[in-house]
């Protein structure tokens, strides 16, 4: 009998998607790693310093911001102007201290809050599960999970940043404004969207990821969706013309 | 000990077993090469989630279509103000037979609804019967018959 057109087009169909090919392995998620941006000695030891030098200079003793303590004060920068420096400098201060603060070299990163805790960072890890694409840029799904450990409170709005492969920015987030924390117990997955725009810097290492720097510093890089992903955010401006990244609300 | 290295046996020969299938569910539901293999990466990674409470003594390839389907109707509920048209044209890896092939039959599986598209690759192609399709899809047979249905009047009378 000849095959009607319906029989074609299913044909068709599954000739196509028999080609498909299957990841080798299969995806789990992976801890998460966490470092630094400069991922050096010698600027985890500036920062260390520099933090007991402000914690000093402001009259009071740095271990009052220890991690893990209830993050009971609320932040609130002494600068209003924020930038887009990779690297975290610790020179904004606790609110309580005097408002002589410095402020020359205001950074998006540090805040004297803890911003997860009670849990360690190594209770969470955080993957994305797929990148969208979307009118001009790429949107990351990332999935935070408590992966040992609980409960944790964590910030739902850090600073997102554009990675390569070794955790290099290549696209820097604005600090948003101070959300609420979340609460997540062992097992618990919270989820966000981040939307990445514009990249028109030089090839970069893949796969990217997005990693997600919160106010005290702490930094979580999630794992990319899969080794031999090629997702980067398309150009539309010229060479050199700084990315966007954007991101919504951790949310459970 | 043991029975988290049998779970992890039992989720990596899901994996071998079910991706394609997976994938071909996904590609019925999204039309979208990209999305499905996002959304049968996805499943597999809420398989792993849920591996301690998943019952490995029966067949995991319902559960999986499921959650496919339902991560696919949460995302799309998410992001569809902000999606353009699907990506497929620069997915179908490299070879320009293929891709060519998929924009054809993707165009004309474009003209069904996504019931309509799944309903009738499940049936046709997957060989599933309307109650088994029913329960993956969370609908009744008669609904799938008369999906199936406009379904092949529509691929019929298109041209």
């Known amino acids: 009998m000849k095959p009607t057109r319906v029989d074609r087009i299913l044909d068709d169909w599954a000739a196509v998607a028999n080609a498909a090919r299957r990841p080798a392995t299969p995806p789990r998620p992976v801890a998460v790693r966490t470092g630094f941006p400069m991922a050096t000695l010698a600027g985890a030891t500036a920062i260390v310093l520099a933090v007991a030098v402000a914690g000093v200079w402001l009259g009071r003793p740095t271990s009052d911001a220890s991690v893990g303590s209830s993050p009971s004060v609320a932040p609130q920068p002494t600068s209003s102007t924020l930038t887009a420096a990779a690297s975290p400098e610790p020179t904004t201060a606790p609110t309580t201290a005097p408002s002589t603060a410095p402020s020359t070299q205001p950074t998006p990163s540090p805040t004297p809050r803890p911003t997860i805790g009670p849990c360690g960072l190594q209770s969470l890890a955080a993957h994305i599960t797929l990148w969208e694409g979307a009118a001009g840029s790429r949107i990351a799904h990332v999935q935070l999970t408590v992966v040992r450990g609980g409960p944790c409170e964590v910030a739902t709005m850090p600073t997102p940043q554009l990675v390569d492969r070794h955790g290099v920015v290549l696209i820097q987030g604005t600090r948003p404004p101070a959300g609420p924390d979340i609460k997540m117990a062992s097992g618990d997955v919270a989820s966000t969207l981040v939307e990445v725009g514009d990249y028109c810097g030089p090839t970069p290492s893949f796969p990217l990821s997005v990693a997600f720097v919160f106010g005290d510093g702490v930094r979580i890089v999630a794992t990319p969706v899969s080794a031999n992903d090629t997702t980067v955010p398309p150009c539309n401006s010229s060479p050199g013309t700084p990315g966007t990244i954007d991101m919504h609300p951790w949310a459970r | ?159």
């Not at chain 2, 039309?31 to 597999?44: G, M, V």
């Not at chain 2, 165009?107 to 997957?126: D, F, K, N, P």
């Open chain 2, 1 to 159: 000990m043991a029975i988290a290295e049998s779970t992890e046996i039992a989720y990596e020969r899901a994996y071998e077993v079910h991706w394609t299938d997976v994938f071909r569910f996904a590609l019925a539901w999204t039309n979208d090469w990209t999305a499905a293999q996002d959304l049968a990466q996805d499943a597999y990674l809420r398989l792993w989630n849920h591996r301690a409470r998943v019952d490995w003594t029966r067949p995991v390839l319902p559960w999986l279509l499921v959650t496919t389907r339902r991560l696919a109707t949460d995302r799309f509920r998410t992001l569809s103000r902000r999606l353009l048209s699907p990506t497929h044209a620069e997915t179908v890896d490299a070879d320009p037979a293929l891709r060519s092939r998929w924009l054809d039959v993707s165009a004309a599986m474009g003209q069904l609804s996504t019931l309509e598209r799944t309903a009738l690759v499940m049936t046709a192609l997957e060989g599933a019967t309307y109650e088994e399709a029913g329960q993956i899809l969370g609908t009744t047979a008669g609904a799938l018959r008369a999906a199936v249905s406009r379904a092949r009047t529509k691929l019929e009378a298109a041209s």
